[in-house]
Structure formats: structure tokens, C-alpha cells
């Protein structure tokens, strides 16, 4: 079951520090993708250049965020979320 863009911003969408456990995209190593975990904090502009993304992560059902523990900025799979929680609750999908 997937979480909607509106949904997910409403949840965890005022760059607070928020959690999710979402099934990564498949590769070698794991043919049927991963379940990954990633503290994210949405709205953040440091290191942003403006040049934008040669794709739209939207037509994906992707959410881009900034990882908390690699330091850098990747994107949640909502067709895929399991779980998030943020201001102290958690939202199963």
C-alpha cells in the first residue's frame, strides 16, 4: 500500500527529525530490494545548488529528504513505506 506526497508532508513534511522503514529499489545483491531504515529531516536547503534533477521524483512516487546518518540527500520510496514516525507517533501504511 502506498502513502500519498499530501500525506507524507503532513506527517513528517515541517523539517523536523522524523523516522521511516520503506523497501529499497532492487539490485544484485538484493533481487527483491531491502528493508531499509533512515532518520530524515524534510525542507533542507544547505548544499541545494538550484541546477535541479534531470527527473521528476514525483512521477516516480518518490520523496526526496536528507539523510541524518549519511549526511547527504536520498530519496524514500512511498509506494513501498512501511512505517514513520515523527513528533512521537508512528503511522503504519
Not at 531499509?36 to 514525483?58: I, S
Not at 518518490?62 to 503511522?91: S, Y
Request: hydrophobic content about 35%; overall charge positive; aromatic content about 8%.
Amino acid at each position: 500500500m502506498a502513502i500519498t506526497r499530501e500525506r507524507f508532508d503532513k506527517i513528517a513534511g515541517d523539517g523536523k527529525i522524523a523516522s521511516c522503514e520503506f523497501i529499497t529499489k532492487p539490485n544484485k545483491e538484493f533481487p527483491a530490494g531491502r528493508l531499509r531504515k533512515m532518520v530524515f529531516r524534510t525542507k533542507v536547503t544547505k548544499g541545494v545548488t538550484g541546477e535541479g534533477m534531470k527527473y521528476d521524483p514525483n512521477r516516480l512516487g518518490l520523496r526526496t529528504v536528507f539523510d541524518m546518518q549519511k549526511r547527504g540527500f536520498r530519496h524514500v520510496n512511498l509506494n513501498t513505506i512501511q512505517w514513520i514516525t515523527a513528533h512521537g507517533e508512528t503511522h503504519h501504511v
